[in-house]
């Protein structure tokens, strides 16, 4: 009797760091039309989820892939995950139109900040982060999205959870340490395989 | 790092956040060590869930438009491109540099308001105030409870409430259930960065007096 291997399709990661680099040293415009194709559309919903009209994030899109093409010599790749980099710029456009938006005075030419990551360690990228928050239980991956993506408040987490607040604070907390200390796990992993 | 912190990294991270918080939150990653690890965590939290965000197609010929722009975008200044140079030494945090209002000779515009020194960098629609207030030391601030909410980032010297000391680096947090009474203590001026939701209400002797002033301001 033979038992039938599970058959599930390996999902590879997007290769958003090598479409950078592409990006950077050779003006590839096939590899920006890639980034964008994969990252626009998520960056819509995500925008979009934050209250944002649809023509305001469609703005917003345009002009973090316009700072993608000019600044993606600026991404350095042992420091952040590509999909960090877009992230962050996405979230400095959205800050920027905000500010335009709202007719903020800001002295002299303020423009939107590149994220530069200098802070960042090595080792410590999203995708062993990735990796580490597939560890999670379900319900504590759940919260966190709630809390990290959607940007919900204790209440409202707790209020679409069915949940009490202490429960949501305490689980927020579980999950950002267990994250925390996958991580530190990983970063063994790693530094085990280059020695 | 305590929760009033945590959740404003947290809002920081997800994006949500308005012009005052997000430059309020930028300065703290900035000043605080502890405040920049945590938020380059949360960054990573965050952004790990863009592959799985819900897809939302954008307007039509959108990547068109794209591929267009980049097509008539100058692209000269590529390599040893080099971030503007910051006025040093600054006790003020590179991220609000821009919205510092100043004078022709190019020192800081402030206003007196009883005890404090006030420079209001901006006010939202949404009646938010984002100024910088120094406190001279001995002085008590007048005690007041809040309406909205109140984060105050210390940026030099030392601030002191029932809770305890804070200096720069610290994040201050108030709100309609915090009655307190906040002193500059030290030899040196206090200057914090503070972001007021709402206004405060001033509870104290001369409440009326300083609700009245700021109302006019």
């Given at each position: 009797?033979?038992?039938?291997?599970?058959?599930?399709?390996?999902?590879?990661?997007?290769?958003?760091?090598?479409?950078?680099?592409?990006?950077?040293?050779?003006?590839?415009?096939?590899?920006?039309?890639?980034?964008f194709q994969y990252y626009a559309p998520r960056l819509k919903g995500w925008l979009c989820a934050g209250r944002l009209a649809?023509?305001?994030?469609?703005?917003?899109?345009?002009?973090?892939?316009?700072?993608?093409?000019?600044?993606?010599?600026l991404y350095q790749p042992g420091k952040a995950a590509a999909s960090t980099w877009i992230y962050t710029l996405a979230r400095n456009v959205r800050i920027d139109r905000l500010r335009q938006l709202h007719k903020i005075a800001a002295l002299h030419g303020a423009s939107v900040e590149i994220p530069d990551m200098e802070h960042e360690d090595v080792a410590e990228n999203a995708l062993s982060l990735r990796d580490a928050l597939k560890k999670l239980p379900a319900e504590q991956v759940q919260i966190l999205q709630d809390a990290f993506f959607l940007g919900l408040t204790h209440e409202e987490i707790a209020r679409k959870r069915l949940l009490p607040l202490g429960t949501v604070k305490s689980r927020l907390r579980l999950a950002l340490e267990k994250a925390r200390n996958l991580l530190g796990f990983f970063l063994w992993i790693l530094l085990l395989n280059n020695s | 790092v305590?929760?009033?912190?945590?959740?404003?990294?947290?809002?920081?991270?997800?994006?949500?956040?308005?012009?005052?918080g997000s430059l309020l939150a930028a300065a703290y990653r900035e000043i605080n060590p502890a405040a920049a690890a945590t938020g380059g965590l949360y960054d990573k939290v965050s952004s790990s869930f863009l592959d799985n965000a819900p897809e939302m197609p954008l307007s039509a010929g959108a990547v068109d438009r794209l591929m267009q722009r980049l097509d008539t975008a100058s692209d000269v200044p590529l390599a040893n491109e080099t971030a503007l140079p910051h006025e040093h030494p600054s006790p003020y945090p590179r991220s609000i540099h821009p919205y510092l209002p100043r004078q022709r000779d190019g020192s800081l515009r402030w206003r007196s308001l009883g005890a404090l020194r006030v420079c209001t960098l901006f006010k939202q629609n949404d009646g938010s105030t984002f100024s910088l207030v120094a406190a001279a030391p001995g002085k008590p601030l007048p005690q007041h409870t809040h309406r909205g909410e109140e984060f105050a980032l210390v940026l030099s010297g030392t601030l002191q409430d029932?809770?305890?000391?804070?200096?720069?680096?610290?994040?201050?947090?108030?709100?309609?259930?915090?009655?307190?009474?906040?002193?500059?203590?030290?030899?040196?001026?206090?200057?914090?960065?503070?972001?007021?939701?709402?206004?405060?209400?001033?509870?104290?002797?001369?409440?009326?007096?300083?609700?009245?002033?700021?109302?006019?301001?």
């Open positions: 009797m033979t038992v039938a291997a599970p058959c599930v399709a390996p999902v590879l990661p997007f290769p958003a760091a090598q479409y950078l680099k592409a990006v950077a040293d050779h003006r590839d415009k096939e590899a920006m039309a890639q980034l649809e023509d305001v994030a469609d703005d917003i899109v345009q002009e973090t892939f316009f700072l993608v093409w000019q600044k993606a010599h | 305590d929760t009033a912190a945590e959740q404003l990294l947290t809002h920081h991270a997800a994006g949500r956040l308005d012009v005052a029932e809770r305890g000391n804070f200096t720069r680096g610290d994040l201050v947090y108030a709100d309609a259930h915090i009655d307190h009474k906040p002193m500059a203590i030290g030899e040196h001026e206090c200057v914090c960065l503070v972001l007021t939701r709402d206004k405060l209400k001033f509870t104290g002797r001369y409440g009326g007096v300083l609700n009245f002033l700021q109302g006019s301001r």
